[in-house]
Nanobody, 124 residues
Framework: EVQLQASGGGSVHLGGSLTLSCEIW??????MSWFRQAPGKEREGVAC?????????TYADSVKGRFTVSRDNAQNTMFLQMNSLKVEDTGAYYC??????????????????WGKGTLVTVSS
């Protein structure tokens, strides 16, 4: 059985930092993704990372330069280091198996395994 568990969310002030973790059991995926969903908004792809030798990373324009996605393959864990947090970064963050990039955007297409969200709240 494949399971993903995201953790590390919390409440921070504007400009603060958080690191999210996503552990996966039952699968050793080539690529994994982070998504987020703010209240009343559609789910948005944030970042994804592959297990290639070049460790390819893709970011949404809204987080480039502030967020860093990484993987610890030995522990089957993906991380999302979030710096310089903005109020608009508030939302539930989800991890998923796979990475689909369409026209430069990370999309939730045919991603079958998801973790439960971890909530990030950024206050001004």
């Amino acid at each position: 059985e494949v399971q993903l568990q995201a953790s590390g969310g919390g409440s921070v002030h504007l400009g603060g930092s958080l690191t999210l973790s996503c552990e996966i059991w039952g699968l050793d995926p080539y690529a994994m993704s982070w998504f987020r969903q703010a209240p009343g908004k559609e789910r948005e792809g944030v970042a994804c990372v592959s297990r290639s030798s070049t460790r390819s990373e893709t970011y949404a324009d809204s987080v480039k330069g502030r967020f860093t996605v990484s993987r610890d393959n030995a522990q089957n864990t993906m991380f999302l280091q979030m710096n310089s947090l903005k109020v608009e970064d508030t939302g539930a963050y989800y991890c998923a198996v796979g990475c689909r990039v369409v026209a430069g955007e990370i999309r939730a297409i045919e991603l079958h395994y998801w973790g439960k969200g971890t909530l990030v709240t950024v206050s001004s």
